[in-house]
């Protein structure tokens, strides 16, 4: 991210340029905590790929505007403006999920007391053979009683079985085209995904993509 940072400094900038480096300032103090803890769990680790892939489409913006006639620019600061919204979204996220390491307890694994028989007849469930239909399981709770976790163990339980597999976490205001654009770069890593990119565009691409796949996407709400 620093390369980023370096790059925005050296553009003849507006307001918004600015405060996207102030903001991105921010992300990358917060990206540099967390790269040092150890065993994160996976809200920590999927927040860190956002956080990165957002930095690396911003950095090849960065090298086509620098790069393009003034033509080719026209817009360019609509673009710098989406780009500002979702840092200040990953900001806005990691006090969501409460990430900082020095006021929770993030990389220390929870005992699932009492929740090996859910686990498994879930597993099970989900991993059986015959059955090609689409399944859509909730875990559902008050606040604080674990669910995440299960959602967790379930996950790395899964690891292995399955060709693909993703886990994303959505908000009460859920921004649909990147957690489609997160689920593909999970489930097709090998194979970068085309910025922009439409939301129908996005989902179109991942029916495609795991048509005649079988894969668990697992979301979180926060």
Same mark, same amino acid.
């Given at each position: 991210?620093?390369?980023?940072?370096?790059?925005?400094?050296?553009l003849?900038?507006?307001?918004?340029?600015h405060?996207?480096? /102030?903001?991105l300032?921010?992300l990358?103090?917060?990206l540099?905590?967390? %790269?040092?803890?150890?065993?994160?769990?996976?809200?920590? !680790? =999927?927040?860190m790929? #956002?956080?990165?892939?957002?930095? =690396?489409?911003?950095?090849?913006y960065?090298? &086509? &505007?620098?790069?393009a006639?003034?033509? /080719?620019?026209? $817009?360019?600061?609509d673009?710098i403006?989406?780009f500002l919204?979702?840092?200040?979204? /990953?900001?806005e996220r990691? $006090? !969501? =999920?409460?990430?900082?390491? *020095?006021?929770s307890p993030i990389?220390? %694994?929870?005992?699932?007391?009492g929740m090996?028989?859910?686990r498994?007849? !879930?597993? $099970?469930?989900?991993? #059986?053979?015959?059955?090609?239909n689409?399944?859509?399981?909730?875990?559902? *709770?008050?606040e604080g009683?674990?669910?995440?976790?299960?959602? #967790? #163990?379930?996950?790395r339980? &899964?690891? *292995?079985?399955?060709?693909? +597999?993703?886990?994303?976490?959505? $908000?009460?205001?859920?921004?649909i085209?990147? !957690?489609l654009?997160?689920?593909?770069s999970?489930? +097709?890593?090998?194979q970068?995904v085309v910025?922009?990119? /439409?939301?129908?565009?996005?989902?179109?691409?991942?029916?495609? =993509?795991?048509?005649?796949?079988?894969?668990?996407?697992?979301?979180?709400?926060?």
């Amino acid at each position: 991210m620093g390369s980023l940072l370096r790059k925005l400094k050296e553009l003849k900038n507006p307001p918004t340029i600015h405060q996207l480096i /102030a903001d991105l300032s921010v992300l990358q103090d917060r990206l540099e905590k967390l %790269s040092k803890v150890r065993d994160p769990s996976l809200t920590v !680790i =999927y927040w860190m790929k #956002e956080v990165c892939e957002l930095s =690396y489409d911003m950095e090849d913006y960065i090298d &086509l &505007l620098v790069n393009a006639d003034s033509g /080719a620019k026209m $817009g360019w600061d609509d673009t710098i403006s989406g780009f500002l919204t979702r840092v200040k979204e /990953a900001n806005e996220r990691w $006090g !969501i =999920y409460n990430l900082d390491p *020095g006021s929770s307890p993030i990389n220390m %694994s929870v005992d699932l007391v009492g929740m090996d028989g859910p686990r498994n007849k !879930i597993l $099970g469930w989900m991993t #059986e053979d015959e059955d090609e239909n689409l399944k859509v399981l909730c875990i559902l *709770g008050a606040e604080g009683i674990g669910k995440t976790k299960l959602a #967790e #163990e379930l996950w790395r339980e &899964l690891e *292995g079985k399955f060709e693909c +597999r993703a886990f994303v976490h959505t $908000g009460k205001k859920p921004d649909i085209r990147m !957690i489609l654009r997160n689920i593909l770069s999970q489930v +097709r890593p090998f194979q970068p995904v085309v910025v922009p990119r /439409a939301v129908t565009n996005l989902i179109d691409d991942v029916k495609n =993509y795991l048509k005649n796949s079988r894969a668990p996407v697992s979301t979180n709400e926060t």
